[in-house]
T-cell receptor, first 115, second 111 residues
Framework: EAGVAQSPRYKIIEKRQSVAFWCNPI?????LYWYQQILGQGPKLLIQ????????DSQLPKDRFSAERLKGVDSTLKIQPAKLEDSAVYLC?????????????FGPGTRLTVL | QQPVQSPQAVILREGEDAVINCSSS?????VHWYRQKHGEAPVFLMI?????EQKGHEKISASFNEKKQQSSLYLTASQLSYSGTYFC????????????FGAGTQVVVTP
């Protein structure tokens, strides 16, 4: 079974530029998560989708971050404009459905460096 | 509210045991444990639910203390492969699977 795919794996941009990350979850997984992991910290949930609807985006900085999950499969996360403090690893995860008893399967992440 | 993990780091020799704790100030319904090796994605280890249900890898053991709002992960007879950073993620009953992750416990197992 193929795992969660993410691209690109690494991205270096200058502040005020825009950037987009792509995630392809495990086939059939209804729930998709985007996390931000700053060096030395645990993952912080940015947004959770159930199929193509948003379940939780309370910690998404909506003035600069946006995300979509068209057709309930692939998802993209965009930052525009980027700030220095956005430097982090962006992890995508998926699970068969929402709910507390479903483990999350993480992708390899995209390491973003903002200069 | 982010759960608090302790200790922050632990160094073990192969074969030794260790306990990692995860405490929450909010009522817990679920606790997830993941291990992340440097530069890699977190990997699922175990889920524990209030009421006693749990699932995970056979070689991993953990407990859920409802009264203390705490979960503990037990590393028994540690192996070199146990090295990594361990994260607990906690969720409420209405969280739709949303987890708040702790800052992690770094585990180093030496030969």
């Amino acid at each position: 079974e193929a795992g969660v795919a993410q691209s690109p794996r690494y991205k270096i941009i200058e502040k005020r530029q825009s950037v987009a990350f792509w995630c392809n979850p495990i086939s059939g997984h209804a729930t998709l998560y985007w996390y931000q992991q700053i060096l030395g910290q645990g993952p912080k949930l940015l947004i959770q989708f159930q199929n193509n609807g948003v379940v939780d985006d309370s910690q998404l900085p909506k003035d600069r971050f946006s995300a979509e999950r068209l057709k309930g499969v692939d998802s993209t996360l965009k930052i525009q404009p980027a700030k220095l403090e956005d430097s982090a690893v962006y992890l995508c995860a998926s699970s068969p459905s929402s709910g507390p008893y479903n483990e999350q399967f993480f992708g390899p992440g995209t390491r973003l460096t903002v200069l | 509210q982010q759960p608090v993990q302790s200790p922050q780091a632990v160094i073990l020799r192969e074969g030794e045991d260790a306990v990692i704790n995860c405490s929450s100030s909010k009522a817990l319904y679920s606790v997830h444990w993941y291990r992340q090796k440097h530069g890699e994605a977190p990997v699922f280890l175990m889920i524990l639910l209030k009421g006693g249900e749990q699932k995970g890898h056979e070689k991993i053991s953990a407990s859920f203390n409802e009264k203390k709002q705490q979960s503990s992960l037990y590393l028994t007879a540690s192996q070199l492969s146990y090295s990594g950073t361990y994260f607990c993620g906690t969720g409420g009953a209405d969280s739709w699977g949303k987890l708040q992750f702790g800052a992690g416990t770094q585990v180093v197992v030496t030969p």
